[in-house]
């Protein structure tokens, strides 16, 4: 027994991050093509005005995962490519744009996956307070209906938010990412309500508007943990890291999965998080709780790595330090396949929803070798490493919906410009010339064997 057969294999992208043509066509300004003009925020001044071209180049990308046998691409919409303003009057040439990228990879037998919001908020939104702006969960909702009304008559699968950890938490509270911002921990709250809100409305806009039955569910990021050995009081420390709060640090509150997905699933904060942070934590009313625990069809998430934890003397979990020289990828985050079936589990038990990898890959320092190719052999090892883990997950009996690699192709890695490099195909931004990378190819070969060759 491996992976379902129905097993959804793809690849993941986002409109900041890939699309260039940041000027073209009617697109009104976002958050990160502001931000990017700041001095000092991205590496060496860079930005994703050109980035990989995908609005030009959609049909070869497209082309590349279909022979590559990917049967999903998951990508994101840019708001102000469709709402210039962020609201009100669309932007047909925006529409017309995404119609053609839709209506490419049905053709060539892909299953589009949209992401509605993977970070670009309109600028114009921004100006009336972004996020901070009670008013902006019902921006998002009509901006939802319209997507539905538009799309859904082709895409069956949405998503709300990309990983509104990062939103709220590196755009709002450390700054690190558009737009740049450091607000005090009462704001900060008042973001994580405006998310969840907009979340639950958004869910709620794509189904009431939808030409067809879609599957709507959420693609949240977070910290994950694995326990030191399979001792049953190692598995429990982890599974207690998991969804209780090492401390009354907002930044715990920002990571810890419960944080979000107790109010999405459950309609309510964990009981830690209103311990902690009462004093401040929004205070859902019922209508507001109902909203925001709109019924979701799967479980998505974004996972790359984790913390490995132990029981302590007192049974709590305590982390275990890396060794030094622990394997790491180009940008610094350790390799740990074991959250590739620890994650999943944990968290199916708690959510109980078909489980889907939304985003899992490296960077590496990939070039083009003398040969002509990329040999990234440090990625297709972690691949397999990895894909073999979620499968154990798999044969122990967890619902597994699919895996989506971050990412399709080398692209704009956000405060980190172009220096790191995720993708299966690299790309040479000089020429748009594409490459496959090793790992495509042994890609390819693991979704022709759905997986039996890990
Ligand atoms: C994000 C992507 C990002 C990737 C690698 C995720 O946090 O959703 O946009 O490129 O991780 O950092």
Redesign the pocket.
Known sequence: MGFRKDFVWGSAT?SY?VEGAAYEDGKGLNIWDVFCQEPGKIYQGQNGDVSCDQYHLYKQDIADMKEMGQKAYRFSLSWARILPDGEGEPNAAGLAYYDALIDELLRQGIEPYVTLY??DLPYALHQKGGWLNPDMPRIFEQYAALVSRHFSDRVKYFFTL??PQ?AAGLGYYTGDHAPGLKVGKRDFFAVWRNLLLAHGLGVKALRENAKQPIQVGA?P?SALYYPASDRPEDIEAARTAMFTLPSRDVNDFIWSIASWCDPVFFGRFPQDAVDYFGDCLPQLTKEEAAIIAQPLDFYGQ?M?NAVMVRAGKDGKPERVERYDGFPKTA?QWPVTPECMYWAPKFLYERYQKPFLIT?NGM?SHDWVALDGKVHDSSRVDFMHRYLREYRRAAEDGVDLMGYLA??SLD?F??AYGYS?R?GLIYVDYQTQKRTWKDSAYFYQETIRANGDNL
Do not use: L, V
């Open positions: 986002a991050q993977h970070w990309n990983e990062c693609a990021c974004n790359y940008i985003e960077s971050w990412s692209n890695e956000w790191e995720f």
